[in-house]
Every structure is written in structure tokens, then in C-alpha cells.
């Protein structure tokens, strides 16, 4: 998760949060430090830091277990790939409208307005759950050096605000949003009622899912 305002900004590690960093592990992959405040298998370990932009806010991701892709039997591959394009390209479809709508939910909970679904938001998020899946590394900062910021400018986007959330291993979208609203720094994004836009990205790729939200408010 990450949450920018305008102004200039510096990164600190979260001192209340024994598994904060102040660099990314090698490579862009999630490692544990030391013990997770989850109990049980599949729960996902966390790593912060913080980014001051006026007001505190929380920089945060989460890791957890693997996407097994299950081959297609009985048929060649030729003649399966396209209807498994499609299928993924459906379901993945369908997984963005529900992350949406349970961020929605959530918001209406807390007293916040809708999360408008923003087409500029949405292609950051989506190119950015792509990159991560197809080069297999996981950050807010492409390797480039690019962040959520960046992408979102790139895309069209003329933001006031901006915030993201990533993760890396649910099968569902319920899942996905369990584990955001369960660490304090992706619920804030959620929840952050002066965001009015969103845009999610959901990649079904094999060493996924990855799962992307930004967030926006417009200048």
C-alpha cells in the first residue's frame, strides 16, 4: 500500500511495526522477517514503511501463498488456448467489479462516498498487475524506479491524491479485501473518503494472482 500527496515526501520505517524495512529484499520478492502476526497456513507476513507527505500515511504490502495453473486435458493445446484466454480474460474481469463493489461496501460502512471505477486508474493498476506478473517482482517501484505516482501520470490520470494497495496470492477477490481490511495501512486507503476514484487490476498469471488498487482524487 502506498499513499502520496503532492509535496515532496520522505520514507521512514514504521517504528511500531517490528517487520518494517527501509529497503525493498533483492530481487523486489517478499521474505519474512522474523515472526508473522498471523496464525495458521496461507495468512500473509507484512513489511512497511512510511511515507510523510504532510500527513502521516502507510506504505505496505502483503505476500502470501501461490496460484497453481491446472493444465487442460483432453484437447490440444492449440485448440485450448483461446478458450482459456478468454475464460481467464472473463474471470478476471469479473474479480475487478467485486473488488470494487467490496471496497464500496466497506466505505459505506465507514460513512465514506462510492469509489467511482476510473478508466485511467484502472490501466495504471492493470499494467502495473501485469509488469509484476510477468517479470516476477514484487513492489510499489517497478524496477525502473517507477512508482504508483508515475504510472498513474502516465496513464492520464491528473491526480491531487493518490494511494495503492498490492497483493500477491488470494484466489478471490472476499480473500483479497479480507487481507487489505485486516492490515491497518491498506484499510486506510480503502477508507480514505477523500479518494473519489478507483481503478483495480487482477492478474491470473501462474505465480500470482497479483491484485492491484489505486486510488485517486483529482486535481
Not at 5 to 23: C, I, N, V
Not at 41 to 56: E, H, N
Not at 71 to 93: F, L, V
Not at 134 to 139: G, H, N
Request: aromatic share 6%; proline share 7%.
Amino acid at each position: 500500500m502506498r499513499h502520496h500527496d503532492r509535496p515532496g515526501h520522505s520514507e521512514h520505517p514504521d517504528p511500531t511495526d517490528r517487520f518494517a524495512r527501509t529497503e525493498p529484499p533483492a530481487g523486489g520478492r517478499h521474505r519474512r522477517a522474523g515472526g508473522s502476526r498471523w496464525h495458521g497456513p496461507r495468512r500473509p507476513s507484512f513489511r512497511t514503511a512510511v511515507t510523510l507527505a504532510g500527513a502521516a500515511a502507510v506504505v505496505l504490502t502483503v505476500a502470501t501463498g501461490m496460484y497453481v495453473a491446472t493444465p487442460a486435458t483432453g484437447t490440444t493445446a492449440a485448440a485450448a488456448a483461446p478458450d482459456r484466454s478468454t475464460a481467464a480474460a472473463g474471470k478476471a474481469a469479473r474479480f475487478v467489479r467485486d473488488v470494487v463493489e467490496l471496497a464500496n461496501a466497506e466505505r459505506e460502512k465507514a460513512g465514506c462516498g462510492p469509489l467511482r471505477t476510473e478508466g485511467h486508474l484502472r490501466a495504471a493498476a492493470q499494467g502495473h498487475a501485469d509488469d509484476m506478473a510477468a517479470r516476477d517482482y514484487y513492489e510499489h517501484h517497478s524496477p525502473e524506479g517507477r512508482d504508483a505516482g508515475d504510472r498513474i501520470s502516465g496513464a492520464g490520470y491528473a491526480w491531487a491524491a493518490w494511494g495503492e494497495n498490492i497483493h500477491r496470492g488470494p484466489k478471490t477477490p472476499e480473500r483479497a479485501m479480507e487481507d487489505w481490511m485486516d492490515s491497518p495501512g491498506h484499510r486506510a486507503n480503502i477508507l480514505n473518503c477523500s479518494f473519489k476514484d478507483i481503478g483495480v487490476g487482477v492478474s491470473l498469471a501462474a505465480n500470482g494472482p497479483w491484485w492491484v488498487q489505486d486510488f485517486g482524487a483529482k486535481r
